[in-house]
């Protein structure tokens, strides 16, 4: 790699971490700014009539927050296992099923990861996808689709609190709040045999922390990307012709894979737009299409097409010299992506250099490529090249998208670059941008989440979780006992799922390392079932040897995550130097990391667990 590349990357990297912009703390979570938490698609009276659980019920799985696809796939693989549909409860505050796909409702949103390999469950449910890259109204009503068919409970509207193990009679205390009209709120108790903290990958969104916001609400209409208002904008998911913001001048913060799909939809309805880019994106051609009947005989041509599809992307993805590449998308040409997501292909240590040349030299070519597809597109070759990326491409999520570079030659629309910074600060009339005021009449935040993938404060679950001896989960994955067996059981927390990416897989199609992680945990119960008399009592809870030994294989394999030290700040590094880690929080980290093997590496040793017909460092009591 050249030495003018190298200094701009680093250029690029210390510009932002020179900020001290404070990790996380510089951004403000939707709990804290409950009037922009709002569902404006929620129906009370829907809701209300249709409520499995009661103060004083009790179920046997109650999953958390999992309306979305990892909710869902666990609810279906335990009653593919034997669990009675009436036996599984989806606890969620959301108003339907969809997950994040509920949520995001704003104009022009869609998937960047192929239909057939992103939507769980098509075979089993027979559903072609419309599009190659599906929009978000098909994505949330193939989620209904499945619930219909699986029969799939859910408590809606509910918002939980807290989580408490009780010994005495080896259930869960659940705690939830019942959201009515006007802000009123009932709290419910009930008890769970088995509980399951589902929030996914992206849980709580986030915006900046502006001094002066407050007051520049009085003024000026604040959207966020989860929480789109079409009352405000006009027009519908459906069709984003946004006729209200003919005579408005619109900002949006933000330039992430969310915003590259906002901007085009933007740009076509407001008067003028101003898009704020702290850190530009790769991006690359989406390649959108209709599916055609003789696309879909190519790609469901026999049984199981689906999950080879799935495997075969992740193969492709990270580099384990796969011949046939089914997906063939842009993410399969983005190689250099698997970096941060891990290989089956060798164990790669942190004194290992020449893996780290390898990436770089094999980043390069990509990089230089992307670059040059952005000054093919935009007009203005100043604007280019601040639309162009100087990092390393496993540093942010690429996107993919047809119409968002072009839209910057429209004389409707002026990229206002902050060149690393953030927004300084808010006027009456809109946010200060290097010293210069911009008066608006709408400002869009696509800021992004609090991540599961990060060590944000509640990033995993909004709520206390407190196991046996009164032990906090959210300590325990903080600090140095952090432990788990698979990234998916962790020791003190009886008869408690999780699916998290630290101590488990990580893969840019998320829906299969759903899908895998609830195949487990049905297969997990269906033994654990077969071995006690009684179901009533039954506890299953991995040992604490379990957990150190796959403790020891998760850091055995960490190194692949060095190549973190790299990028410039962003939610995969937690917006931190991570090159400033003692070598005693280095070791807990490695512990802590995704498991560096890649989804299909992770996924045989999970298939091996199951070949052997029991439940080795499971604990099942009665």
Known sequence: MSSFLQDQYRGERDKRLNRNEGGFEQFVSFDKVPELDTDPWFDHETAAANQPLHEGSEVKLLIAGGGGHSGLLTAVRVIEAGFDSKDVVIVDKAGGFGGTWYWNRYPGVGCDVESHCFMPLLE?????????????TEIREHAERIAKKWNIQAQFGHK?????????????????????????????????????PSFGIFPIPQIPKLAGFNEMRRNVKILHSTRWDYELTGGTQAQPDMSKLKDKVVGIVGTG???????????????????FQRTPSFVGYREQSEITEEDWKKIAY?????????????????????????????????????????????????????????????????????????????HDPITASKLQPWYYGWCKRPTFHDEYLSTFNRDNVTLVDLDGKGLEKCTPFGPVVNGTPYDLDVLVFATGFFTGLSSAPGAYWPFPIIGRDGKSL??????????????????????????????????????????????????????????????????????????EGWGDEVAKRAGRFSLAGLCTPGYMTGYEDVTKTTPDEARVKARGAPFGGGFNGYRRVLEEYQQSGGLPGIVVSS
């Open 124 to 136: 089993e449910t027979g559903y072609v996808p419309k599009h190659r890259y599906a929009y978000g």
């Open 160 to 196: 939980i609190t807290g989580m408490r193990w009780d010994e005495p009679t080896r259930r869960w205390e659940v705690s939830m709040l019942q959201n009515h009209k006007k802000g009123r709120t009932t709290e419910i108790r009930v008890k769970a045999q088995f509980v399951m």
């Open 257 to 275: 894979a969310t915003a590259v799909q906002i901007v085009p939809q933007l740009a076509k309805s407001a008067k003028h737009l101003y898009v």
């Open 302 to 378: 026999k049984k199981g097409w689906q999950a080879e599809r799935m495997i075969n992307f992740d193969a492709v993805l990270c580099g384990e010299g796969t011949e046939i590449d089914l997906v063939n998308d842009g993410w399969t040409r983005s190689t250099s992506f698997f970096a941060l997501q891990g290989s089956a292909s060798e164990i790669v240590t942190h004194e290992n250099l020449e893996y780290r040349q390898e990436m770089v030299k094999l980043d390069l070519e990509i990089g230089e490529k992307s670059r040059a597809y952005i000054a093919s597109q935009v």
């Open 474 to 547: 959210e300590t325990k994955f903080r600090t140095k006992e952090f432990a788990t067996l698979h990234g998916i059981m962790t020791s003190e927390f009886p008869n408690l799922f999780v699916i998290s990416p630290r101590g488990g897989a990580v893969s840019t199609n998320f829906t299969s390392v759903f899908d895998i992680a609830a195949k487990h945990i049905a297969y997990i119960l269906r033994t654990a079932f077969d071995k006690i008399d009684d179901p009533n009592k039954i506890v299953v809870e991995p040992t604490k040897e379990a957990e």
